[in-house]
Protein backbone atom coordinates (compact mmCIF):
# COMPACT_ATOMS: atom_id res chain seq x y z
CA UNK A 1 0.00 0.00 0.00
CA UNK A 2 1.46 3.39 -0.76
CA UNK A 3 0.24 6.94 0.38
CA UNK A 4 1.08 10.49 -0.74
CA UNK A 5 1.18 13.33 1.66
CA UNK A 6 1.38 17.08 -0.16
CA UNK A 7 1.39 20.09 1.59
CA UNK A 8 3.12 23.41 0.30
CA UNK A 9 4.90 23.97 3.54
CA UNK A 10 8.09 21.87 4.02
CA UNK A 11 8.15 21.53 7.37
CA UNK A 12 4.70 20.30 7.67
CA UNK A 13 5.61 17.55 5.30
CA UNK A 14 9.35 16.96 7.52
CA UNK A 15 6.79 16.74 10.78
CA UNK A 16 4.22 14.47 9.22
CA UNK A 17 7.28 11.86 7.79
CA UNK A 18 9.18 11.97 11.15
CA UNK A 19 6.50 11.86 13.43
CA UNK A 20 5.62 8.06 12.26
CA UNK A 21 6.81 5.19 10.99
CA UNK A 22 5.08 5.02 8.15
CA UNK A 23 6.76 2.07 6.75
CA UNK A 24 6.28 -0.07 9.99
CA UNK A 25 2.18 1.53 9.40
CA UNK A 26 2.54 -1.03 6.30
CA UNK A 27 3.09 1.04 3.83
CA UNK A 28 5.64 0.10 1.29
CA UNK A 29 5.60 3.76 -0.50
CA UNK A 30 5.80 6.79 1.07
CA UNK A 31 6.02 9.94 -1.16
CA UNK A 32 5.63 13.71 -0.71
CA UNK A 33 4.67 16.27 -3.00
CA UNK A 34 4.57 20.51 -1.87
CA UNK A 35 2.20 21.47 -4.88
CA UNK A 36 -0.89 19.94 -6.82
CA UNK A 37 1.22 19.77 -9.87
CA UNK A 38 4.02 17.71 -8.49
CA UNK A 39 1.30 15.07 -6.99
CA UNK A 40 -0.34 14.63 -10.10
CA UNK A 41 2.97 13.63 -11.46
CA UNK A 42 3.47 10.94 -8.52
CA UNK A 43 -0.04 9.71 -9.48
CA UNK A 44 0.65 8.97 -13.34
CA UNK A 45 4.22 7.14 -11.97
CA UNK A 46 2.80 5.35 -9.08
CA UNK A 47 -0.17 3.97 -7.72
CA UNK A 48 -1.55 5.81 -4.67
CA UNK A 49 -3.58 4.27 -2.68
CA UNK A 50 -3.97 6.98 -0.02
CA UNK A 51 -3.47 11.19 -0.27
CA UNK A 52 -3.70 13.07 2.46
CA UNK A 53 -3.61 16.67 1.44
CA UNK A 54 -3.91 20.26 2.64
CA UNK A 55 -6.54 22.65 1.07
CA UNK A 56 -5.12 25.80 1.28
CA UNK A 57 -1.71 25.65 -1.35
CA UNK A 58 -1.13 28.52 -3.51
CA UNK A 59 -2.46 27.96 -7.00
CA UNK A 60 -3.90 25.27 -7.56
CA UNK A 61 -5.36 24.06 -4.13
CA UNK A 62 -6.30 20.71 -2.68
CA UNK A 63 -10.20 20.57 -3.55
CA UNK A 64 -8.81 20.87 -7.25
CA UNK A 65 -6.11 18.42 -7.10
CA UNK A 66 -9.18 15.93 -5.65
CA UNK A 67 -11.47 16.65 -8.57
CA UNK A 68 -8.52 15.99 -11.13
CA UNK A 69 -7.91 12.55 -8.84
CA UNK A 70 -11.62 11.48 -9.35
CA UNK A 71 -11.67 12.65 -12.78
CA UNK A 72 -8.93 10.29 -13.74
CA UNK A 73 -10.86 7.84 -12.32
CA UNK A 74 -8.54 6.78 -9.40
CA UNK A 75 -10.38 5.36 -6.88
CA UNK A 76 -7.64 6.33 -4.11
CA UNK A 77 -9.10 7.25 -0.16
CA UNK A 78 -8.35 10.74 0.48
CA UNK A 79 -8.10 12.72 3.43
CA UNK A 80 -7.62 16.51 3.92
CA UNK A 81 -5.62 18.42 6.13
CA UNK A 82 -6.98 22.53 6.94
CA UNK A 83 -6.04 24.90 9.00
CA UNK A 84 -9.44 25.66 9.72
CA UNK A 85 -12.47 24.50 9.55
CA UNK A 86 -15.08 25.84 6.91
CA UNK A 87 -18.32 24.46 5.67
CA UNK A 88 -17.97 25.15 1.88
CA UNK A 89 -14.79 23.50 2.15
CA UNK A 90 -16.39 20.57 4.01
CA UNK A 91 -19.70 20.43 1.17
CA UNK A 92 -17.34 20.11 -1.51
CA UNK A 93 -15.18 17.37 -0.28
CA UNK A 94 -18.15 15.59 0.68
CA UNK A 95 -18.98 15.28 -3.30
CA UNK A 96 -15.34 14.34 -3.88
CA UNK A 97 -15.96 10.94 -1.38
CA UNK A 98 -13.54 12.58 1.45
CA UNK A 99 -12.80 9.76 3.94
CA UNK A 100 -11.94 12.65 6.63
CA UNK A 101 -10.73 15.87 7.78
CA UNK A 102 -8.12 16.72 9.48
CA UNK A 103 -7.48 20.29 10.97
CA UNK A 104 -3.94 21.38 11.96
CA UNK A 105 -2.41 21.87 13.86
CA UNK A 106 -2.26 18.28 14.38
CA UNK A 107 -1.00 16.00 16.52
CA UNK A 108 1.10 12.71 14.80
CA UNK A 109 -1.12 10.32 16.35
CA UNK A 110 -4.20 12.39 14.77
CA UNK A 111 -3.26 12.00 10.57
CA UNK A 112 -2.44 8.27 11.89
CA UNK A 113 -5.70 7.59 12.88
CA UNK A 114 -7.74 9.18 9.98
CA UNK A 115 -4.79 7.53 7.76
CA UNK A 116 -6.02 3.66 9.70
CA UNK A 117 -9.46 4.28 9.31
CA UNK A 118 -8.70 4.84 5.77
CA UNK A 119 -6.69 1.56 5.42
CA UNK A 120 -9.17 -0.32 6.78
CA UNK A 121 -11.97 1.29 4.22
CA UNK A 122 -9.74 -0.34 1.64
CA UNK A 123 -8.68 -3.01 3.59
CA UNK A 124 -12.84 -4.60 3.77
CA UNK A 125 -13.62 -2.59 0.20
CA UNK A 126 -16.05 -0.43 1.87
CA UNK A 127 -14.84 2.46 -0.21
CA UNK A 128 -18.30 1.72 -2.65
CA UNK A 129 -20.65 2.33 0.27
CA UNK A 130 -20.89 6.39 0.35
CA UNK A 131 -23.86 6.89 2.25
CA UNK A 132 -21.53 5.44 5.17
CA UNK A 133 -18.36 7.17 4.37
CA UNK A 134 -21.04 10.42 3.73
CA UNK A 135 -21.90 9.94 7.46
CA UNK A 136 -19.20 9.82 9.39
CA UNK A 137 -17.44 12.55 7.18
CA UNK A 138 -19.99 14.56 7.35
CA UNK A 139 -20.41 14.56 11.15
CA UNK A 140 -16.90 15.37 11.53
CA UNK A 141 -17.28 18.20 9.51
CA UNK A 142 -20.23 19.38 10.72
CA UNK A 143 -18.72 18.78 14.60
CA UNK A 144 -15.50 21.32 13.41
CA UNK A 145 -18.04 23.97 12.28
CA UNK A 146 -20.59 23.91 15.15
CA UNK A 147 -17.69 24.36 17.47
CA UNK A 148 -16.37 27.39 15.38
CA UNK A 149 -19.63 28.40 15.07
CA UNK A 150 -20.40 28.29 19.35
CA UNK A 151 -17.38 29.55 20.15
CA UNK A 152 -17.69 32.77 17.97
CA UNK A 153 -21.23 33.28 19.78
CA UNK A 154 -21.26 37.21 20.76
CA UNK A 155 -22.22 37.25 24.31
CA UNK A 156 -25.54 38.42 25.45
CA UNK A 157 -24.10 42.35 26.39
CA UNK A 158 -22.75 42.19 22.24
CA UNK A 159 -25.66 41.44 20.97
CA UNK A 160 -27.93 44.00 22.98
CA UNK A 161 -25.04 46.71 21.05
CA UNK A 162 -24.67 44.57 17.61
CA UNK A 163 -28.36 42.55 17.38
CA UNK A 164 -26.90 41.85 13.51
CA UNK A 165 -24.55 40.07 15.00
CA UNK A 166 -27.26 37.59 16.25
CA UNK A 167 -28.59 37.37 12.52
CA UNK A 168 -25.77 36.77 11.18
CA UNK A 169 -25.28 33.86 13.67
CA UNK A 170 -28.97 32.09 12.97
CA UNK A 171 -27.71 32.03 9.13
CA UNK A 172 -25.08 29.72 10.05
CA UNK A 173 -27.21 27.76 11.75
CA UNK A 174 -28.83 27.72 8.57
CA UNK A 175 -26.68 25.67 7.03
CA UNK A 176 -27.09 23.12 9.16
CA UNK A 177 -30.59 22.30 8.66
CA UNK A 178 -31.44 24.23 12.55
CA UNK A 179 -33.85 27.03 11.56
CA UNK A 180 -34.65 29.43 14.62
CA UNK A 181 -35.79 32.30 15.20
CA UNK A 182 -34.25 34.95 17.89
CA UNK A 183 -37.81 34.42 20.15
CA UNK A 184 -37.11 30.54 20.31
CA UNK A 185 -36.31 29.45 23.63
CA UNK A 186 -33.49 26.92 24.49
CA UNK A 187 -32.34 24.18 27.06
CA UNK A 188 -28.74 24.02 27.06
CA UNK A 189 -27.07 20.89 28.09
CA UNK A 190 -23.28 20.15 29.02
CA UNK A 191 -22.28 16.48 29.34
CA UNK A 192 -18.75 15.71 30.90
CA UNK A 193 -18.35 11.99 30.40
CA UNK A 194 -16.66 10.09 33.10
CA UNK A 195 -15.83 6.69 32.40
CA UNK A 196 -16.28 4.32 29.61
CA UNK A 197 -17.26 0.49 30.50
CA UNK A 198 -15.90 -0.48 27.23
CA UNK A 199 -13.20 1.19 24.81
CA UNK A 200 -14.23 4.60 24.09
CA UNK A 201 -15.73 6.50 20.93
CA UNK A 202 -14.33 8.84 18.74
CA UNK A 203 -16.42 12.19 19.16
CA UNK A 204 -18.41 11.62 15.70
CA UNK A 205 -19.46 8.30 16.90
CA UNK A 206 -20.72 9.34 20.06
CA UNK A 207 -22.50 12.00 18.32
CA UNK A 208 -24.07 10.14 16.40
CA UNK A 209 -25.43 7.55 18.73
CA UNK A 210 -26.21 10.21 21.30
CA UNK A 211 -28.40 11.87 18.49
CA UNK A 212 -30.19 8.86 18.29
CA UNK A 213 -30.98 8.13 21.50
CA UNK A 214 -32.39 11.62 21.81
CA UNK A 215 -34.44 11.39 19.05
CA UNK A 216 -36.63 8.88 20.94
CA UNK A 217 -37.07 11.56 23.89
CA UNK A 218 -37.39 15.02 22.19
CA UNK A 219 -38.91 15.52 18.90
CA UNK A 220 -37.60 18.95 18.65
CA UNK A 221 -34.19 20.26 16.75
CA UNK A 222 -31.25 19.28 18.62
CA UNK A 223 -27.38 20.27 17.83
CA UNK A 224 -25.23 18.15 19.68
CA UNK A 225 -21.17 19.06 19.25
CA UNK A 226 -17.79 17.93 20.80
CA UNK A 227 -16.27 20.68 22.35
CA UNK A 228 -12.55 19.08 23.99
CA UNK A 229 -11.57 16.36 26.28
CA UNK A 230 -14.83 14.10 27.18
CA UNK A 231 -17.40 17.17 26.75
CA UNK A 232 -19.82 18.04 24.65
CA UNK A 233 -22.99 20.49 24.26
CA UNK A 234 -26.77 19.77 23.65
CA UNK A 235 -28.50 22.33 22.16
CA UNK A 236 -32.04 21.87 22.48
CA UNK A 237 -35.08 24.30 20.80
CA UNK A 238 -37.50 23.84 23.57
CA UNK A 239 -38.16 25.02 26.84
CA UNK A 240 -36.97 23.30 30.07
CA UNK A 241 -40.27 22.13 30.80
CA UNK A 242 -41.15 20.01 33.60
CA UNK A 243 -40.82 16.80 31.51
CA UNK A 244 -37.67 18.30 30.41
CA UNK A 245 -35.25 16.60 33.37
CA UNK A 246 -37.48 13.53 33.28
CA UNK A 247 -36.23 13.29 29.31
CA UNK A 248 -32.77 13.90 29.96
CA UNK A 249 -32.85 11.55 32.90
CA UNK A 250 -33.92 8.86 30.29
CA UNK A 251 -31.08 9.79 27.84
CA UNK A 252 -28.73 9.84 30.62
CA UNK A 253 -30.13 6.01 31.27
CA UNK A 254 -30.28 4.86 27.63
CA UNK A 255 -26.37 6.43 27.05
CA UNK A 256 -25.50 3.85 29.83
CA UNK A 257 -26.99 1.08 29.15
CA UNK A 258 -26.30 0.79 25.15
CA UNK A 259 -23.45 3.65 24.56
CA UNK A 260 -21.69 1.81 27.98
CA UNK A 261 -20.64 5.47 29.64
CA UNK A 262 -21.39 7.57 32.52
CA UNK A 263 -21.48 11.42 32.08
CA UNK A 264 -22.43 14.12 34.67
CA UNK A 265 -25.13 16.61 32.83
CA UNK A 266 -26.17 19.73 33.70
CA UNK A 267 -29.25 22.21 31.82
CA UNK A 268 -29.88 25.21 31.63
CA UNK A 269 -32.92 27.22 30.25
CA UNK A 270 -31.81 30.14 27.21
CA UNK A 271 -32.35 32.20 24.48
CA UNK A 272 -30.61 32.65 21.19
CA UNK A 273 -29.08 36.26 23.11
CA UNK A 274 -28.13 34.62 26.26
CA UNK A 275 -26.46 30.92 24.91
CA UNK A 276 -23.42 32.46 24.75
CA UNK A 277 -23.32 33.19 28.56
CA UNK A 278 -25.39 29.85 29.30
CA UNK A 279 -22.73 28.18 27.87
CA UNK A 280 -20.19 29.47 29.94
CA UNK A 281 -21.99 29.30 33.30
CA UNK A 282 -22.40 25.28 32.89
CA UNK A 283 -18.57 25.42 31.91
CA UNK A 284 -17.81 27.00 34.48
CA UNK A 285 -20.00 24.94 37.02
CA UNK A 286 -18.30 21.78 35.70
CA UNK A 287 -15.23 22.88 36.94
CA UNK A 288 -16.51 24.04 40.70
CA UNK A 289 -17.80 20.26 40.87
CA UNK A 290 -14.39 19.16 40.12
CA UNK A 291 -12.69 21.32 42.93
CA UNK A 292 -15.62 20.70 45.75
CA UNK A 293 -15.95 16.90 45.50
CA UNK A 294 -17.93 17.11 48.83
CA UNK A 295 -20.65 18.42 47.38
CA UNK A 296 -23.23 15.90 46.44
CA UNK A 297 -25.74 16.80 43.10
CA UNK A 298 -27.96 14.32 41.30
CA UNK A 299 -28.06 14.11 37.24
CA UNK A 300 -29.02 15.78 35.48
CA UNK A 301 -28.48 18.97 37.58
CA UNK A 302 -30.97 22.33 36.47
CA UNK A 303 -29.04 25.09 37.07
CA UNK A 304 -30.77 28.11 38.55
CA UNK A 305 -31.12 31.36 36.57
CA UNK A 306 -28.99 33.21 39.75
CA UNK A 307 -26.59 30.71 39.18
CA UNK A 308 -26.32 30.86 35.14
CA UNK A 309 -26.34 35.05 36.09
CA UNK A 310 -23.23 34.67 38.41
CA UNK A 311 -21.18 32.30 36.89
CA UNK A 312 -21.73 34.04 33.20
CA UNK A 313 -20.34 36.86 34.42
CA UNK A 314 -17.12 38.16 32.28
CA UNK A 315 -14.82 41.20 32.81
CA UNK A 316 -14.34 42.70 29.16
CA UNK A 317 -11.20 45.10 30.49
CA UNK A 318 -7.97 42.45 30.15
CA UNK A 319 -6.29 42.55 33.55
CA UNK A 320 -2.94 41.07 35.00
CA UNK A 321 -5.21 38.10 36.52
CA UNK A 322 -6.09 37.07 33.26
CA UNK A 323 -2.10 37.70 31.56
CA UNK A 324 -0.97 35.50 34.72
CA UNK A 325 -3.87 32.59 34.43
CA UNK A 326 -2.63 32.61 30.41
CA UNK A 327 1.20 32.69 31.53
CA UNK A 328 0.79 30.03 33.81
CA UNK A 329 -1.36 27.88 31.04
CA UNK A 330 0.80 28.34 28.21
CA UNK A 331 3.77 26.90 30.99
CA UNK A 332 2.23 23.87 32.14
CA UNK A 333 1.34 22.52 28.47
CA UNK A 334 5.28 23.66 26.71
CA UNK A 335 5.11 19.92 25.50
CA UNK A 336 1.76 20.14 23.41
CA UNK A 337 0.75 21.86 20.38
CA UNK A 338 -0.99 25.09 21.91
CA UNK A 339 -3.59 27.44 20.13
CA UNK A 340 -5.57 30.58 21.43
CA UNK A 341 -8.89 28.75 21.03
CA UNK A 342 -7.42 26.35 23.88
CA UNK A 343 -6.18 29.20 26.05
CA UNK A 344 -9.94 30.77 26.03
CA UNK A 345 -11.63 27.07 26.74
CA UNK A 346 -9.46 26.22 29.58
CA UNK A 347 -9.64 30.03 30.92
CA UNK A 348 -13.62 30.85 30.23
CA UNK A 349 -12.57 33.58 28.01
CA UNK A 350 -13.26 34.51 24.44
CA UNK A 351 -10.39 33.80 21.50
CA UNK A 352 -10.62 37.59 21.34
CA UNK A 353 -10.33 38.18 25.38
CA UNK A 354 -7.26 36.35 25.04
CA UNK A 355 -5.36 38.33 21.95
CA UNK A 356 -6.25 41.51 23.94
CA UNK A 357 -5.00 40.45 26.99
CA UNK A 358 -1.43 39.23 25.67
CA UNK A 359 -1.41 42.55 23.47
CA UNK A 360 -2.05 44.86 26.12
CA UNK A 361 0.75 43.24 28.54
CA UNK A 362 3.19 41.39 26.27
CA UNK A 363 2.70 43.99 23.38
CA UNK A 364 2.73 41.30 20.68
CA UNK A 365 0.09 38.20 19.12
CA UNK A 366 -0.80 36.01 21.35
CA UNK A 367 0.74 33.31 18.33
CA UNK A 368 4.36 35.41 18.63
CA UNK A 369 3.87 34.87 22.69
CA UNK A 370 3.79 31.33 22.67
CA UNK A 371 6.84 30.70 20.68
CA UNK A 372 8.82 33.02 22.60
CA UNK A 373 7.36 31.18 25.54
CA UNK A 374 8.61 27.78 24.41
CA UNK A 375 11.85 29.15 22.71
CA UNK A 376 12.99 30.76 25.83
CA UNK A 377 11.92 27.09 28.00
CA UNK A 378 14.31 25.21 25.03
CA UNK A 379 17.21 27.60 25.64
CA UNK A 380 16.97 26.78 28.76
CA UNK A 381 17.32 23.10 28.57
CA UNK A 382 20.13 23.60 25.80
CA UNK A 383 21.90 25.77 28.23
CA UNK A 384 21.70 23.38 30.93
CA UNK A 385 23.17 20.91 28.74
CA UNK A 386 21.17 17.86 30.14
CA UNK A 387 19.05 16.99 27.49
CA UNK A 388 19.59 16.01 23.84
CA UNK A 389 18.76 18.18 21.22
CA UNK A 390 16.02 16.26 19.18
CA UNK A 391 14.12 16.06 23.09
CA UNK A 392 14.34 18.96 23.62
CA UNK A 393 12.12 19.76 20.25
CA UNK A 394 9.39 17.33 21.74
CA UNK A 395 9.42 19.06 25.35
CA UNK A 396 8.55 22.15 23.69
CA UNK A 397 5.52 20.55 21.25
CA UNK A 398 7.05 20.31 17.65
CA UNK A 399 6.80 16.76 16.66
CA UNK A 400 9.52 18.44 13.50
CA UNK A 401 13.02 19.07 14.62
CA UNK A 402 14.37 21.08 11.39
CA UNK A 403 10.93 23.58 11.93
CA UNK A 404 12.12 23.55 15.66
CA UNK A 405 15.64 24.47 14.98
CA UNK A 406 14.10 27.09 11.84
CA UNK A 407 12.08 28.79 14.33
CA UNK A 408 14.69 28.94 17.20
CA UNK A 409 17.85 30.26 15.07
CA UNK A 410 15.15 32.99 13.68
CA UNK A 411 14.12 33.81 17.28
CA UNK A 412 18.02 33.72 18.68
CA UNK A 413 19.95 33.98 15.79
CA UNK A 414 21.96 30.53 16.10
CA UNK A 415 20.52 27.07 15.69
CA UNK A 416 19.69 24.45 18.89
CA UNK A 417 23.23 22.74 17.84
CA UNK A 418 25.18 26.17 18.27
CA UNK A 419 23.53 26.81 21.11
CA UNK A 420 24.76 23.45 22.94
CA UNK A 421 27.88 23.72 21.83
CA UNK A 422 28.35 26.87 23.22
CA UNK A 423 27.98 25.81 26.74
CA UNK A 424 30.65 22.94 26.27
Not at 10 to 33: D, K, P, Q
Not at 286 to 307: C, G, S
Amino acid sequence: MNILFVDDQTYVLSSIMTGVNWRAEGFASVFTATSAAAAKELFQKHPIDILVTDIEMPGEDGLSLLTWVREQGYDTACILLTSHADFFYAQQAIGLGVIDYVVQPAKSEDILRAVNRAKNKLSTKDMNRPAEVESAFTIAAKNMNLKSCFENWPSSEIIASFPHLLTERLEELNQFHFYSTPEDHLTVCYLHILNWRTLPLAPPDFIQKLQGITEQQIPDPTIIYFTNENCFFMIICADADTDMEKKLTAIRETAASKIRCSFRLFFAEATFQTVRDTMTALTRFDVLRDNDVNVNIAYPYRLPEDQVAELSHTTSEPTEDQMTEIRDYIVRNLSEPITRTQIADALFLSPAQISAVIKKYQDMGCKEYITQLKMNYARELLRAGKTRISNVASLCGYDSFSYFSKVYKDTFGITPREEKKGQE
